[in-house]
């Protein structure tokens, strides 16, 4: 069988905090609808290597990347900014929904951004976007509720929901359960699994079972270096190099 074709594609992507160099001449093919689990201890590039993806490490004062960003085989550094965000959409490790705004309006807010203002569009944007996010069930009587009065698991597929509304074709997430409780984590989990297909998806974990649950393919950083990427399955079970079995297995980390 034929690996699935690259969606996203980094090459020699270095990335800098000032004087600090924390990513080193990445080159990875992130394949097309399915979900790869970026893990490795803390602080060794992984949330800056996702922040890239979509131009958001540039938005830090006195940052800059050097290597290229390709969607689709198009550089994202010589695409608009915003543009870029609509096609690589974003969630965070804490669910951040718009404040004092309705879980409506949370989800419409990038519908309005991209010029759609009509009543009926919006609606049936913020409906699918929603269902999508496996909420609307919940929340379907009470879109004109405060989205922050939601559970924090509910917030959080609130914040995919936001980003699923513009169909963009990757979503990032990181570390999208650090901060919920078990049950709330398998719903995002079992979301995870649900939009595999439809987009592709890219997720920082530091919960090696949570790569192993979701992921299709997986791959270790460490230092700011990749060590690795392969199957989830190979990278658990017989990886080709000594760094990642000593991680995998608890050796460190």
């Not at 093919?29 to 790869?36: H, L, S």
């Not at 699918?128 to 922050?148: I, M, N």
């Not at 700011?224 to 990278?235: F, M, N």
């Amino acid at each position: 069988m034929m690996d699935p074709p690259a969606k996203i594609r980094t090459v020699g992507l270095s990335a800098w905090y000032g004087r600090r160099q924390a990513l080193y001449d990445v080159s990875v093919d992130i394949p097309d609808g399915k979900v790869t689990a970026i893990v490795g201890p803390s602080g060794c590039g992984k949330s800056t290597f996702l922040r890239c993806l979509n131009r958001l490490h540039e938005e830090v004062p006195r940052t800059r990347t050097s290597g290229q960003v390709l969607l689709d085989g198009q550089d994202l550094t010589l695409q608009d900014p915003v543009t870029v965000r609509f096609r690589v959409g974003m969630v965070f490790q804490k669910p951040t929904p718009f404040p004092h705004t309705s879980i409506y309006d949370n989800v419409a807010a990038g519908l309005r951004l991209m010029g759609v203002h009509r009543r009926s569009e919006l609606d049936e944007g913020v409906v699918r976007a929603l269902q999508l996010a496996g909420l609307w069930e919940e929340v379907e009587d009470k879109v004109d509720a405060p989205g922050d009065s939601l559970s924090g698991g509910q917030q959080q597929r609130l914040c995919i929901a936001r980003a699923l509304a513009v169909r963009p074709e990757v979503l990032l997430m990181d570390e999208p359960c650090s901060a919920l409780d078990p049950i709330a984590t398998n719903k995002i989990e079992t979301l995870i699994q649900s939009l595999k297909g439809r987009f592709t998806v890219v997720i920082v974990t530091h919960n090696l079972f949570q790569a192993q649950r979701i992921s299709d393919s997986t791959a270790f950083f460490y230092l700011g270096k990749l060590v690795e990427i392969d199957a989830t399955s190979r990278i658990f079970s017989t990886p080709r190099e000594k760094l990642t079995e000593n991680y995998v297995t608890g050796r460190f980390g």
